[in-house]
Each structure stands twice: as structure tokens, then as C-alpha cells.
T-cell receptor
Framework: SQKIEQNSEALNIQEGKTATLTCNYT??????LQWYRQDPGRGPVFLLL?????KEKRKERLKVTFDTTLKQSLFHITASQPADSATYLC?????????????FGQGTILTVHP | DAEITQSPRHKITETGRQVTLACHQT?????MFWYRQDLGHGLRLIHY???????NKGEVSDGYSVSRSNTEDLPLTLESAASSQTSVYFC???????????????FGPGTRLLVL
């Protein structure tokens, strides 16, 4: 069956360090993958999208990689700040008849300590 | 500014009652989605719609129904609420042009539902 795993439920890092979050999937051939941020009591907010033919995408301090051979995406936050503390969700779009539908991982709770 | 709103934000109901959660978006998006979020399960798709009068079942659709009579609204109805439906419910929308960044979903603030 199809499965998406975000390897850490929680990640604690010191301010200024790089946070690296992992999203692994099985039995998928995703057309693209997205990362969302969710703050407590709020809905997820889109951060980045990477397509199957792209290896890397950047946006300010954020970087996403996508390795379709390893079936893995890595999400990096460089120079992390306490304000980056949130839950981060990866989401896959399977393509084809799954038009518009996303399947979400369980999320990783990131805490950045001052 | 365009937005997506949900109401109520919090709801307490009793087992067996019918409950309707509202979702309204002003993005003029074709696609709308309902998810539930529970600890240990992440976001799971309940129902979705690609346009007016179109509805489709997601992975956890039992006990829920939706209808789409206009572009802006996709109400979610729990026909006979059960304690297992205690959850946080999120509505989302997307513009829905396949293969472009507009597949991004925009989420509402959520409705916290408690079924006693």
C-alpha cells in the first residue's frame, strides 16, 4: 500500500543551525511534492513545491530536494530561528487521475531553541 | 483579499445528531477539499469536489457527505455524529490547473468538533 513517512515526529535544534526534515514514500510515483507549515490552532500554509524532474528548489532560507530514486525529499531551514518552530508537513501528488489531490505525511514538529 | 473561512470554529454535539460544518472560499477556485486531522494520522481526505455539482469520496468518507451547489461553498455534513468523528476538520481549495503551482492548496483555519 502507499505510504508516506516523515521520519521524525519531533526535531529540536539550536537557533542558527540548519534543520533538516525528511519525507520518505513507498509505492508512489509522485508528479510533485509539496511542503507546508502548520502553526498550533491554524491550517497548513504552503511553503514550496518541487516537481519530479527537479532535484532542488530554494526559497530564501528554505531548500527542498527530491530524489525519486531514493523516494525521499529533504527539507532544510538554514540559519534557523525560534519563529521557525512549527509542524512541517510533506504532501505528495500522485498525478494522473489523482488530479488535484494531495496525500499528507504525519508531520514533524520542529522546535528551535534560542 | 481572497480567503477561505470555516464555521463554526468550535462545536460540541451529541452522538447521533446531524452536524454541518461550513466552508466558504473567495478565491474562485474550482477544487475544494475536506480533511480531518487526528494525532497519529495526520491530514486525511474526507471528500473533495472539482466543481459545481461534482463530489468525490476520499479515504475516510464513511459517515460524511458533501454537496457543491456553487463555486464558493462546500459544506460537510455528519449524518449521525459518532465519538470517532471527534477531530479537527480543515477545508482547503486549489485553483486546479494540473501540473502547475496552482495545485497548491489554501487551507481554512479549521473547526474543532467534539462529539459526546
Amino acid at each position: 500500500s502507499q505510504k508516506i513517512e516523515q521520519n521524525s515526529e519531533a526535531l529540536n535544534i539550536q537557533e542558527g543551525k540548519t534543520a533538516t526534515l525528511t519525507c520518505n514514500y513507498t509505492n508512489y510515483s509522485p508528479a510533485y511534492l509539496q511542503w507546508y507549515r502548520q502553526d498550533p490552532g491554524r491550517g497548513p500554509v504552503f511553503l514550496l513545491l518541487i516537481r519530479e524532474n527537479e532535484k532542488e528548489k530554494r526559497k530564501e532560507r528554505l531548500k527542498v530536494t527530491f530524489d525519486t530514486t531514493l523516494k525521499q525529499s529533504l527539507f532544510h531551514i538554514t540559519a534557523s530561528q525560534p519563529a521557525d518552530s512549527a509542524t512541517y508537513l510533506c504532501a505528495l501528488h500522485a498525478g494522473g487521475t489523482s488530479y488535484g489531490k494531495l496525500t499528507f505525511g504525519q508531520g514533524t514538529i520542529l522546535t528551535v531553541h534560542p | 483579499d481572497a480567503e477561505i473561512t470555516q464555521s463554526p470554529r468550535h462545536k460540541i454535539t451529541e452522538t447521533g445528531r446531524q452536524v454541518t460544518l461550513a466552508c466558504h472560499q473567495t478565491w474562485n477556485h474550482n477544487n475544494m477539499f475536506w480533511y480531518r486531522q487526528d494525532l497519529g494520522h495526520g491530514l486525511r481526505l474526507i471528500h473533495y469536489s472539482y466543481g459545481v455539482h461534482d463530489t468525490n469520496k476520499g479515504e475516510v468518507s464513511d459517515g460524511y457527505s458533501v454537496s457543491r451547489s456553487n463555486t464558493e461553498d462546500l459544506p460537510l455534513t455528519l449524518e449521525s455524529a459518532a465519538s470517532s468523528q471527534t477531530s479537527v476538520y480543515f477545508c482547503a481549495s486549489s485553483e486546479g490547473r494540473y501540473g502547475t503551482a496552482t495545485e497548491t492548496q489554501y487551507f481554512g483555519p479549521g473547526t474543532r468538533l467534539l462529539v459526546l
